[in-house]
């Protein structure tokens, strides 16, 4: 699997290079714009290749109490390659679109967005079908390029972010209003098949922009979503982690079985007021077993400010928000400072209802985020997790990455 991807990325790498000359007797133009982007001069072909790379390593403590309780840490270090992807993905005559993106990081290769999309269709507006983000949670929509903090909000415990299936999208009043229904066949997070037929899933948002004043760089962004979710397996689990890919799962519902069906419903809120934003959003599970009905939760709020004056820019309401470009790129011709970042996030999530002693976790986590340039940025996390009646967690974790 792995030569076939190496193959894969050669030839596009070789492609590119093949038309990277702009002559008289060539109709692409090939340039960089934060990634490499090949693009046709009636506008019908653009294609774009590129990928990211994260580089983590966290330092994690826990107090006598969850020592006894879960037993040491096995490691109080550690170090990974959180992300190491290839992408590729255009536009072809410019209706159809497609993209192809695989990640290198951990044991195995794993393909991630793999689908192929048509646009401007009339009444419904684009159709994706392949490997994609089910329409749910703006943490989990959002790129892990562009988030504020290392790790994305614990909600995305509740349901795998991608999914195979089938995918309409729309916007509406001039993109004050969106809406997006897909129907998705229930798999652990893979677009292998042979784990992509445990029942199925139904998930549908809608969002809507209160506010957009680009001028003054004011947005209000409001949405809510459902996914009604049925496993063949009539299993389901959450275990959540402290905001931190290399520590712990402290709490977990365990694997419920006899589960018949799943209702997540989520809420969601983002406000941008110049180098200010604010996001946050509320999840309610509902299990729904042949014994009992069982109800979990997870909310989460975050804020952050740009020392530098820098503001969040937002993409659309499928993407969430893009990439932050500092006023003054550090180093080089501009000799600035880059655009500097702090921020605060807080999150509960509770895992215990009747019969399920799941547990209940809090985390409070600071965040300073250096960004050199467009595409080199520097995280630095900090986070206290009390995880109720057992006891206490600080890690303090850091990220070095580059996306093109």
Request: aromatic residues 14%.
């Amino acid at each position: 699997m792995q030569r076939k991807h190496f193959l894969f990325s050669a030839l596009v790498f070789s492609f590119f290079t093949t038309f990277s000359q702009e002559t008289p007797g060539n109709p692409f133009s090939f340039k960089w714009d934060n990634g490499f982007k090949l693009e046709s001069q009636d506008q019908q072909f653009k294609l774009k290749f590129g990928g990211r790379i994260m580089v983590d390593h966290a330092y994690l403590f826990q107090n006598s109490a969850l020592n006894e309780t879960y037993g040491p840490l096995e490691s109080k270090s550690g170090t990974e390659i959180r992300r190491a992807r290839l992408f590729f993905s255009g536009t072809i005559y410019e209706h159809t679109f497609f993209k192809f993106q695989v990640d290198f990081a951990g044991d195995e290769t794993e393909l991630k967005d793999v689908y192929i999309g048509v646009g401007d269709i009339p009444v419904v507006g684009n159709i994706m079908i392949g490997h994609f983000k089910e329409p749910f949670r703006l943490s989990a929509l959002n790129s892990s390029k562009y988030t504020t903090f290392m790790e994305p909000g614990q909600n995305d415990a509740f349901a795998q972010s991608r999914n195979n299936g089938i995918l309409l999208l729309n916007d509406f009043l001039a993109q004050r209003l969106s809406a997006q229904v897909g129907a998705f066949r229930n798999a652990n997070n893979s677009s292998d098949d042979a784990f992509a037929d445990d029942g199925y899933v139904i998930t549908g948002r809608m969002t809507g922009l209160a506010i957009r004043n680009i001028e003054k760089r004011q947005l209000l962004h409001l949405g809510a979503a459902h996914s009604y979710r049925k496993p063949e397996s009539k299993a389901y689990q959450v275990a959540i982690r402290p905001g931190a890919h290399l520590a712990p799962k402290y709490i977990s519902t365990g694997i419920l079985e006899d589960v018949e069906s799943i209702a997540l419903t989520n809420y969601e809120a983002a406000y941008v007021h110049g180098p200010f934003s604010f996001q946050g959003e509320y999840l309610n599970a509902t299990v729904k077993t042949i014994a009992d009905d069982f109800a979990f939760s997870n909310f989460y709020g975050e804020a952050s400010f740009f020392i530098t004056g820098e503001s969040k820019n937002y993409k659309s309401s499928y993407e969430g928000f893009d990439r932050v470009k500092p006023n003054r790129n550090f180093g080089g011709k501009a000799s600035g400072a880059g655009a500097w970042e702090v921020a605060v996030r807080y999150s509960e999530t509770d895992l215990t209802d009747k019969s399920i002693f799941g547990g209940k976790q809090s985390d409070l986590v600071l965040g300073l985020n250096w960004y050199l340039n467009p595409a080199t940025r520097l995280m630095v996390n900090y986070i206290w997790a009390d995880i109720k009646d057992q006891g206490n967690a600080t890690i303090l974790q850091g990220r070095f990455q580059i996306d093109f």
